[in-house]
C-alpha cells in the first residue's frame, strides 16, 4: 500500500500563476486534511473534509480551495499565488473512529 | 491562534540519555497526540492518549497528560542517533473530534 500520495513533491511558481496540489489516499479512510508548515509555525490546517462530498475551514483556508473529487482524492488549488504562501504542504487523512492522521511527503512550494 | 506551545523548542542529548519535551495548550481536549518528523518528511504518529487518561507508554515512550494544567510531556527513554527528529504535540478540540491542532514543534537531536 502507498498510504497517502502527494504530487508534484516540489514546485516553482511565479506570483499570480495558479496551480492544483494533488493527494490520494488508498486506506479507504474518511477524512482528509489539508496543512501547511512554516519554519517555526508547526503544522496549520487549511481546509479538511469529514466525509466524501463535505469541505471545511480550517486555520489558515484564505488564498485557497479544495475539491473532494471522491474518498480517495483531495485536492488543493491556489488560484493566484503569493510569496506568503511559500511552505511546504501536507496532505493526511484519517479512517472513521479512529483518532491520529497518516501524512503524505509533502509537497514544498516557492512563490517568486 | 490556536496553536499549543512546546517547550523546549530544540534539545540536544547523548546517545543513552533521557529526552523530554512539553506540550502546552489552549483549549478542552478529547485526546492529545504525538508526531515525529524527520527532516524533510511526513509525520508519523507515535502515541495517542486520551483525555480521561493521565499516562501512556509505548516502548521506549512515555507520556502524560494533565488536563488541569492543560500539558502534557513525552518521554523518550534511552535515546538513539536514530531518534534525532522534530516532534510534535496534537490536540482533538473536544467537541470537534474531525481537526488536530498541532503544536509548535521540538527539535531533537542525539550525539552518538
Known amino acids: 500500500n502507498a498510504g497517502v500520495t502527494q504530487t508534484p513533491k516540489f514546485q516553482v511558481l511565479k506570483t499570480g500563476q495558479s496551480m492544483t496540489l494533488q493527494c490520494a489516499q488508498d486506506?479507504?479512510?474518511?477524512?482528509m486534511y489539508w496543512y501547511r508548515q512554516d519554519p517555526g509555525m508547526g503544522l496549520r490546517l487549511i481546509y479538511y473534509?469529514?466525509?466524501?462530498?463535505?469541505?471545511d475551514k480550517g486555520e489558515v483556508p484564505n488564498g485557497y480551495n479544495v475539491s473532494r473529487l471522491n474518498k480517495r482524492e483531495f485536492s488543493l488549488r491556489l488560484e493566484s499565488a503569493a510569496p506568503s504562501q511559500t511552505s511546504v504542504y501536507f496532505c493526511?487523512?484519517?479512517?472513521?473512529?479512529?483518532?491520529?492522521?497518516?501524512f503524505g511527503s509533502g509537497t514544498r512550494l516557492t512563490v517568486v | 491562534s490556536q496553536q499549543g506551545e512546546e517547550d523546549p523548542q530544540a534539545l540536544s542529548i547523548q546517545e543513552g540519555e533521557n529526552a523530554t519535551m512539553n506540550c502546552s495548550y489552549k483549549?478542552?481536549?478529547?485526546?492529545l497526540q504525538w508526531y515525529r518528523q524527520n527532516s524533510g518528511r511526513g509525520l508519523v504518529h507515535l502515541i495517542l492518549?486520551?483525555?480521561?487518561?493521565r499516562e501512556k507508554h509505548s516502548g521506549r515512550l512515555r507520556v502524560t497528560l494533565d488536563t488541569s494544567k492543560k500539558s502534557s510531556s513525552l518521554l523518550i527513554t534511552a535515546s538513539r542517533a536514530a531518534d534525532t527528529a522534530s516532534y510534535f504535540c496534537?490536540?482533538?478540540?473536544?467537541?470537534?473530534?474531525?481537526?488536530?491542532?498541532f503544536g509548535t514543534g521540538t527539535r531533537l537531536q542525539v550525539f552518538p
Open positions: 493526511a487523512s484519517r479512517p472513521r473512529g479512529d483518532q491520529h492522521q497518516t
Open positions: 486506506m479507504n479512510h474518511n477524512s
Open positions: 473534509s469529514a466525509s466524501e462530498g463535505t469541505t
Open positions: 483549549t478542552s481536549i478529547n485526546n
Open positions: 492518549i486520551r483525555s480521561n487518561e
Open positions: 496534537a490536540t482533538s478540540p473536544r467537541g470537534n473530534t474531525d481537526k488536530l491542532i
